[in-house]
């Protein structure tokens, strides 16, 4: 049997980007999926991501998040070799909007200023002034973002593929990876339905399947249904939709919503970020429409932005895997130096996923990054 150098379990965001980087490093990399490169039944589908910079979530998270901007920056240049290709990344800016001590709106101050993170204040009225889709309360403030905006999200992943065997990586897509062990001497070997591999070290990202692989994450991650809505809405101005930022809507009742510039015949996307119903099986979750989400996220439509009629033309199910603090887990499995994983990414990932690849292959290459240190395992 032939053994590589390195097996990535799955490739959908991150596992993609550490293919990339294992057959950059020069190894003889596998990458084995369950089903296929920029597939959507796992979380790293549904046309587009939000990339942000000034991270609410936490300031620590910005020193990776700049990395991140220079890879996928890279990326593209080397995937784009012609105008007919789509730019990965679309920076249109981000608009966060709420109450002026709002999770949000406190949180990308806090990055934008500890890092002197480019970026300006809004009153109500500034935005209705610019932005006249959105219906606001007389003290609702913005903080606008310039170099932010979204990722194409399933050709970024093609790309990362595509790259990656473009080095040498290769892949065996529709192989699901039942379990995997070490020898004594330190061999991988990993099970699948289509046989057994071989390798020096292994990569688990497996996202919502995760707790399949590494039962020891059992307690610390919860998946998540979230759907994801497009909308034609009638009588907007044209500009509105088109010329338009990301926004993020952080409303007092503690949901967070967020909306995403037309990229085609779709329309507008716009979901909500927070909730989402537990799934006990990823492999069979239901992909219907759920009429809760859409009704909270219509609601909030109907209260916060302005236009004629709306025409829900697209719903697309994904999967959030959530730690219990909403921050990644990037580590070493225990007593297993020559494997490592990327899980928990909590619905806000896919941004990083070059630089978490990255990472996961510079651990196991023996490199040291001190940014990740506060994603580690946590302490019981
Ligand atoms: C609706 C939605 C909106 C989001 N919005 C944003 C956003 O705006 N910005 C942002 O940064 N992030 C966002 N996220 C989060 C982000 O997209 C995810 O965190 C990220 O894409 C997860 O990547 P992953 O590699 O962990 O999982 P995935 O991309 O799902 O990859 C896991 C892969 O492992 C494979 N696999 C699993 N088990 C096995 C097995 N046993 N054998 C073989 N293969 C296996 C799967 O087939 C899959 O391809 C969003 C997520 C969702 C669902």
């Not at 992909?287 to 302005?306: C, G, K, N, W, Y």
């Not at 219990?324 to 007593?335: E, I, Q, Y």
Request: glycine share 8%; charged share 25%; hydrophobic share 40%.
């Amino acid at each position: 049997m032939k053994t590589y150098d390195c097996i990535v379990l799955g490739f959908g965001g991150v596992g993609s980007a550490a293919l990339r980087y294992a057959a950059l490093h020069g190894w003889n990399v596998l990458g084995i999926d369950r089903f296929g490169p920029a597939h959507d039944k796992g979380s790293s589908h549904g046309r587009t991501r939000v990339f942000r910079k000034a991270y609410f979530e936490h300031p620590d998270y910005v020193p990776i998040l700049m990395e991140s901007a220079e890879l996928w920056d890279e990326l593209n240049q080397r995937y784009r070799t012609k105008p007919s290709i789509k730019q990965l990344m679309h920076q249109t800016g981000v608009l966060a909007i709420g109450l002026p001590d709002s999770k949000v709106v406190q949180g990308v101050l806090q990055s934008s200023k500890q890092f002197d993170l480019p970026h300006e204040k809004f009153t109500a009225a500034d935005i209705k002034q610019r932005l006249p889709i959105f219906n606001l309360r007389d003290d609702h403030v913005g903080v606008f973002e310039p170099e932010s905006g979204y990722l194409l999200v399933e050709q970024c992943v093609t790309a990362m593929v595509s790259q990656a065997l473009k080095h040498g990586a290769e892949i065996q897509s529709d192989t699901v990876a039942q379990r995997w062990n070490v020898s004594a001497s330190g061999l991988v070997t990993v099970h699948t339905d289509r046989g057994e591999f071989q390798a020096e070290r292994l990569i688990i990202a497996a996202g919502a399947w995760t707790r399949d692989l590494l039962p020891f994450l059992q307690d610390d991650l919860t998946v998540l249904r979230k759907q994801q809505h497009w909308y034609q809405l009638d009588r907007v101005d044209q500009k509105q939709v088109n010329d338009f930022p990301v926004f993020l809507f952080d409303q007092p009742d503690g949901h967070l919503y967020y909306g995403v510039p037309e990229t085609d015949y779709l329309g507008m996307k716009v979901c909500r970020h927070s909730g989402g119903q537990e799934v006990p099986n990823p492999t069979t979750i239901d992909r219907s429409l759920d009429s809760d989400e859409l009704a909270a996220v219509e609601s909030f439509m109907d209260q916060r932005l302005i236009f004629g009629r709306k025409r829900l033309v697209h719903h697309s199910i994904c999967m959030y895997t959530a730690t219990t603090d909403g921050h990644f887990l990037v580590d070493r499995v225990p007593d297993h130096d020559n494997v490592v994983f990327a899980a928990g990414l909590s619905g806000h990932g896919f941004k990083m996923a070059p630089s978490i690849g990255k990472r996961l292959v510079g651990m196991l290459a023996g490199d040291r990054r001190p940014e990740f240190e506060f994603l580690r395992l946590r302490a019981p």
